[in-house]
């Protein structure tokens, strides 16, 4: 399986800055995926995003609050605009094994406050 | 439209029984499933994964059934440790590279 780690681990951020978030994988993945698991919810699909291409973003999602880059076939950042304190989540990178698997990131966890 | 439910957002069972935990979808487009564990300040890990071609996949402790006519899996963990206990997730999508969705998740308290 891809290890998969993400940069910060957590953050406090103020209302109204952006942050952006690191997933880097051990090995060259064509699909990685991001998501947001907010307190009491499910595990929520923000965008997919392919090396080379622009990422696709899911409904209710848009690129100019999540703003998505995928340099290379290892790495992809993820930037939260903007925020609001309705942006306090834990964010995962995730990506697809050959054999179909999804494998996730450890998480960031965000506060705005 | 959740179009993947796990009504039961936690369970609690004494070590050495069966833990039980059910999930149910809705779009019958999905043909691969999944349930992920998930530990605290920790990102979920794969657990057990089902093909819609099958209605059985044992792997150790854990067992998932699935059920198409019902639109129904669940996972059975025999015996449950406490190091059982966790948040699971249940996951479906369709053919081909397509993310999971995913459920709600049920928080697992096996108690020693």
Redesign the interface.
Known sequence: SAVISQKPSRDICQRGTSLTIQCQVDSQVTMMFWYRQQPGQSLTLIATANQGSEATYESGFVIDKFPISRPNLTFSTLTVSNMSPEDSSIYLCSTLSPTDTQYFGPGTRLTVL | D?Q?KQNSPSLSVQEGRISILNCDYTNSMFD?F?W?KKYP??????LI?ISSIKDKNEDGRFTVFLNKSAKHLSLHIVPSQPGDSAVY?C?A?GSG?T???????TRLSVIA
């Open positions: 959740q993947v691969y999944l992920y300040a920790e990102g979920p890990t794969f994964s997730f996951a999508s590279n993310p999971l969705v995913f459920g709600k998740g």
